[in-house]
């Protein structure tokens, strides 16, 4: 045996991993909480610690991890390893893959003093043929998680694995298993671009495994491995094929379904946004959906709408909204938390803008740098002009539109007294109206915006969405100042 | 001696280059892109100037009066500095008004200054010529000094004799004005209410 204290196992494997807990492939089959993945009987399942609490299967090497390795406490939401494994197992959300004689759980890993540059996970794995394993999986992206819709990511990354195993004295000591196996999913087309994680609503017919294998001359069973790492200790993996899950000899690969760090406790440099998918968010939510029907339908005075997001027990967002009616040509808000998204509307065809108005950028510039929002904000606008105008502006830069706005907006807000004029209000005012004013047709307003956008070096991007905000399309400037949507895929 | 005409020199090269760094172009033949590198947005074609002049709209013991002029190479600088507001230069409308409502002067501004833009008497009416407009009408930015906004609108030459080196002579124009919609976050929106007449007809006064 080899104790865990003096290396770690480290696997330089490169893979493209699609995670999807939500994507349209799951909506195929899900069906409550049942276990609706089913590949060479393999189920995976989405639970919880209250789910499992009671599953002998679970608890008990749960229970034991929590106990044995200086232990101070567990609960519902997670239990506490101090010193050498000094963190808390989020049980929020368990991933369970499990087959008729062996079954995997998945938990997030959290540490005190968030990792800069990884996120981690435990994986308990019981099996009916060997000892009860658990492995401390590290996860390195190699490049910023691209957010998805509905809590899902891709991502490329290198991963450590710490094998943990505890014997009767309660001392700590490792085996590992030698592969590690990820159940894909390559809906809709069955090509490679299409692969991402196993979602839990994944075709059958589209399930397959990736298998990583690591170095090792293992005879399985209960035995720990003997491990062929290399001088900086670090164990180097590659991949393999057709092993089959559960323990013993060349069959004790591990199944486990990498919960990427989510939430608002996870370094933020892990992400990176895709706009496209985080309107498609809003347009999935039928609430929100229902908030924008509302200001679009709305005649009088301007509303503003303020979402907030939380993420469910599925990883999924869920928004709550704040509804705030304004007078006839403006709307004030107090905002000190921090906010996904807002939508407010201009309800008079005649004298209101069919875009954004100056106004309405000066507060994407305080938003901006009030810190409650990120660079996944949108700020959407629905009117009633023409046929109505539906827009969303996203930041494409968002340091370069704080950087414009510190110049451009530079004494917008003093307030001088009701008999002075703010000439700098009246200059910027002037500017902007020679691109967007209430007498244009909404085409030209569309392209003046963009006009100014590109000009003024903004770092906003403009989206418009179809009249049942369904469907969100990038708007193009073109050279002859006309515009061309590009809708998003 | 030597010193001086060095000096000279330096400042007519000086001189020289900032001439040709700025471009002037004219007010009727200009774009968003041109507001840039101090460029000179200069009125050569005379399209300010049948606004200029005093304007009265007259209902029963309610007037309100409108007084306009051109003010050349505007660009006002910030508060207490001398960095200019603006990266060009443009001929623009200026002016004041007065409001008479049942025969009580509510607010008059008429005697209003042009060299201070931050001073609380300088014209409160700022008025642009936009090209891709109309060519009788100005975009205008108006304080309204009793509530302390500013309002957008325009001014439109409606009505005008057509001289014979086809100049125009006005006659009427239209006056409107109203506040310009927005959201306003962390900070308390402007009363709604407008205390100066929103559309009126004007009357160019001889």
Same mark, same amino acid.
């Given at each position: 045996?080899?104790?865990?204290?003096?290396?770690?196992?480290?696997?330089?494997?490169?893979?493209?991993?699609?995670?999807?807990?939500?994507?349209?492939?799951?909506?195929?089959?899900?069906?409550?909480?049942?276990?609706?993945?089913?590949?060479?009987?393999?189920?995976?399942?989405?639970?919880?610690?209250?789910?499992?609490?009671?599953?002998?299967?679970?608890?008990?090497?749960?229970?034991e991890?929590?106990?044995?390795?200086?232990?101070?406490?567990?609960?519902?939401?997670?239990?506490y390893?101090?010193?050498?494994?000094?963190?808390?197992?989020?049980?929020?959300?368990i991933?369970?893959?499990?087959?008729?004689?062996?079954?995997?759980?998945?938990?997030?890993?959290?540490?005190?003093?968030?990792?800069?540059?990884?996120?981690?996970?435990?994986?308990?794995?019981?099996?009916?043929?060997s000892? $009860? @394993? /658990? =492995? %401390? !999986? &590290?996860?390195?992206?190699n490049?910023?998680?691209?957010?998805?819709?509905?809590? #899902?990511?891709?991502?490329?990354?290198?991963?450590?694995?710490?094998?943990?195993?505890?014997?009767?004295?309660?001392?700590?000591?490792?085996?590992?298993?030698?592969?590690?196996?990820?159940?894909?999913?390559?809906?809709?087309?069955?090509?490679?671009d299409?692969?991402?994680?196993?979602?839990?609503?994944c $075709? @059958? /017919? =589209? %399930? !397959? &495994?990736?298998?990583?294998?690591?170095?090792?001359?293992?005879?399985?069973?209960? #035995?720990?491995?003997?491990?062929?790492?290399?001088?900086?200790?670090?164990?180097?993996?590659?991949?393999?094929?057709?092993?089959?899950?559960?323990?013993?000899?060349?069959?004790?690969?591990?199944?486990?379904?990498?919960?990427?760090?989510?939430?608002?406790?996870?370094?933020?440099?892990?992400?990176?946004?895709?706009?496209?998918?985080?309107? &498609?968010?809003?347009?999935?939510?039928?609430?929100?959906?229902?908030?924008?029907?509302?200001?679009?339908?709305?005649?009088?005075?301007?509303?503003?709408?303020?979402?907030?997001?939380?993420?469910?027990?599925?990883?999924?967002?869920?928004?709550?909204?704040?509804?705030?009616?304004?007078?006839?040509?403006?709307?004030?808000?107090?905002?000190?938390?921090?906010?996904?998204?807002?939508?407010?509307?201009?309800?008079?065809?005649?004298?209101?803008?069919?875009v954004?108005?100056?106004?309405?950028?000066?507060?994407?510039?305080?938003?901006?740098?009030?810190?409650?929002?990120?660079?996944?904000?949108?700020?959407?606008?629905?009117?009633?002009?023409?046929?109505?105008?539906?827009?969303?502006?996203k930041?494409?830069?968002?340091?370069?539109?704080?950087?414009?706005g510190?110049?451009?907006?530079?004494?917008?807000?003093?307030?001088?007294?009701?008999?002075?004029k703010?000439?700098?209000?009246?200059?910027?005012?002037?500017?902007?109206?020679?691109?967007?004013?209430?007498?244009?047709?909404?085409?030209?307003?569309?392209?003046?915006?963009?006009?100014?956008?590109?000009?003024?070096?903004?770092?906003?991007?403009?989206?418009?969405?179809?009249?049942?905000?369904?469907?969100?399309?990038?708007?193009?400037?073109?050279?002859?100042?006309?515009?061309?949507?590009?809708?998003?895929? | 001696?030597?010193?001086?005409?060095?000096?000279?020199?330096?400042?007519?090269?000086?001189?020289?280059?900032?001439?040709?760094?700025?471009?002037?172009?004219?007010?009727?033949?200009?774009?968003?892109?041109?507001?840039?590198n101090?460029?000179?947005?200069k009125?050569?074609?005379?399209?300010?100037?049948?606004?200029?002049?005093?304007?009265?709209?007259?209902?029963?013991?309610?007037?309100?009066?409108?007084?306009?002029?051109?003010?050349?190479?505007?660009?006002?600088?910030?508060?207490?500095?001398?960095?200019?507001?603006?990266?060009?230069?443009?001929?623009?409308?200026?002016?004041?008004y007065?409001?008479?409502?049942?025969?009580?002067?509510?607010?008059?501004?008429?005697?209003?200054?042009?060299?201070?833009?931050?001073?609380?008497?300088?014209?409160?009416?700022?008025?642009?010529?936009?090209?891709?407009?109309?060519?009788?009408?100005?975009?205008?930015?108006v304080?309204?000094?009793?509530?302390?906004?500013?309002?957008?609108?325009h001014?439109?030459?409606?009505?005008?004799?057509?001289?014979?080196?086809?100049?125009?002579?006005?006659?009427?124009?239209?006056?409107?004005?109203?506040?310009?919609?927005?959201?306003?976050?962390?900070?308390?929106?402007?009363?709604?209410?407008?205390?100066?007449?929103?559309?009126?007809?004007?009357?160019?006064?001889?």
């Open positions: 045996m080899k104790n865990i204290s003096s290396f770690s196992v480290f696997g330089i494997i490169l893979f493209l991993i699609v995670v999807t807990g939500f994507s349209s492939c799951e909506m195929d089959d899900f069906e409550g909480d049942l276990p609706i993945e089913n590949n060479s009987n393999i189920k995976i399942t989405t639970k919880s610690y209250e789910d499992l609490k009671f599953d002998s299967k679970f608890i008990l090497p749960f229970t991890i929590a106990n044995k390795i200086k232990t101070s406490s567990y609960t519902g939401r997670g239990s390893m101090e010193e050498t494994y000094n963190f808390t197992i989020d049980s929020t959300i991933k369970e893959i499990k087959t008729d004689k062996y079954v995997s759980y998945t938990m997030l890993i959290r540490r005190d003093r968030i990792p800069e540059n990884y996120f981690e996970n435990l994986v308990i794995e019981v099996t009916d043929t000892d $009860t @394993k /658990a =492995y %401390i !999986y &590290q996860y390195f992206p490049s910023p998680i691209q957010k998805k819709s509905h809590g #899902s990511f891709i991502f490329d990354f290198n991963f450590n694995v710490i094998p943990i195993q505890y014997d009767e004295n309660g001392k700590a000591s490792i085996t590992v298993g030698c592969r590690l196996a990820v159940d894909y999913c390559n809906w809709p087309n069955g090509t490679d299409d692969a991402h994680i196993a979602g839990e609503g $075709t @059958k /017919a =589209y %399930i !397959y &495994q990736e298998y990583y294998e690591l170095a090792c001359n293992d005879g399985g069973g209960s #035995s720990p491995g003997n491990y062929n790492y290399s001088p900086t200790g670090y164990y180097s993996g590659y991949n393999s094929s057709d092993p089959t899950p559960g323990g013993g000899y060349w069959g004790n690969s591990t199944h486990t379904q990498p919960i990427t760090c989510y939430g608002l406790n996870c370094p933020e440099k892990f992400y990176i946004s895709n706009p496209c998918d985080e309107l &498609q968010e809003i347009s999935n939510d039928t609430d929100y959906v229902s908030e924008l029907n509302d200001l679009e339908n709305a005649t009088a005075n301007e509303t503003l709408v303020i979402a907030s997001d939380s993420t469910d027990l599925e990883g999924n967002i869920v928004f709550t909204f704040e509804n705030i009616p304004g007078g006839e040509d403006q709307v004030e808000a107090t905002i000190n938390a921090s906010i996904h998204s807002t939508a407010h509307n201009h309800t008079d065809a005649d004298d209101q803008l069919s954004f108005s100056l106004s309405d950028l000066y507060a994407l510039y305080v938003l901006a740098g009030s810190g409650f929002i990120d660079d996944s904000y949108a700020h959407i606008l629905v009117t009633n002009q023409g046929s109505g105008t539906q827009y969303a502006l930041f494409d830069d968002m340091e370069a539109f704080e950087t414009w510190d110049t451009f907006f530079m004494g917008w807000d003093l307030d001088l007294g009701p008999d002075t703010n000439p700098i209000k009246e200059s910027r005012e002037n500017i902007y109206e020679l691109d967007v004013n209430p007498e244009n047709s909404n085409s030209k307003n569309e392209s003046g915006l963009l006009k100014f956008i590109e000009a003024q070096g903004l770092g906003l991007e403009l989206y418009e969405t179809n009249e049942d905000f369904s469907q969100w399309s990038k708007i193009i400037l073109n050279n002859d100042e006309t515009t061309s949507p590009d809708p998003c895929q | 001696m030597k010193t001086i005409s060095l000096a000279l020199i330096s400042i007519f090269c000086f001189a020289t280059m900032s001439c040709k760094a700025q471009t002037t172009i004219s007010l009727s033949d200009f774009s968003s892109g041109d507001l840039k101090d460029n000179y947005i009125d050569t074609n005379g399209v300010l100037d049948p606004f200029i002049g005093t304007w009265k709209w007259t209902n029963g013991n309610s007037e309100f009066t409108v007084v306009l002029e051109k003010k050349e190479m505007y660009n006002p600088t910030y508060l207490n500095s001398s960095e200019r507001i603006n990266d060009y230069y443009s001929d623009v409308i200026i002016g004041g007065k409001y008479i409502e049942n025969g009580q002067v509510i607010v008059n501004t008429l005697n209003y200054t042009t060299q201070d833009a931050w001073s609380s008497d300088y014209a409160p009416i700022f008025g642009s010529f936009h090209n891709n407009g109309s060519q009788y009408k100005i975009y205008l930015k304080q309204d000094e009793i509530i302390g906004k500013l309002l957008t609108g001014f439109e030459i409606t009505q005008y004799l057509t001289l014979p080196n086809d100049d125009i002579s006005p006659i009427e124009a239209t006056w409107r004005v109203w506040n310009r919609e927005g959201i306003y976050i962390n900070e308390e929106a402007p009363p709604s209410e407008i205390s100066i007449p929103e559309e009126i007809v004007l009357q160019k006064m001889p």
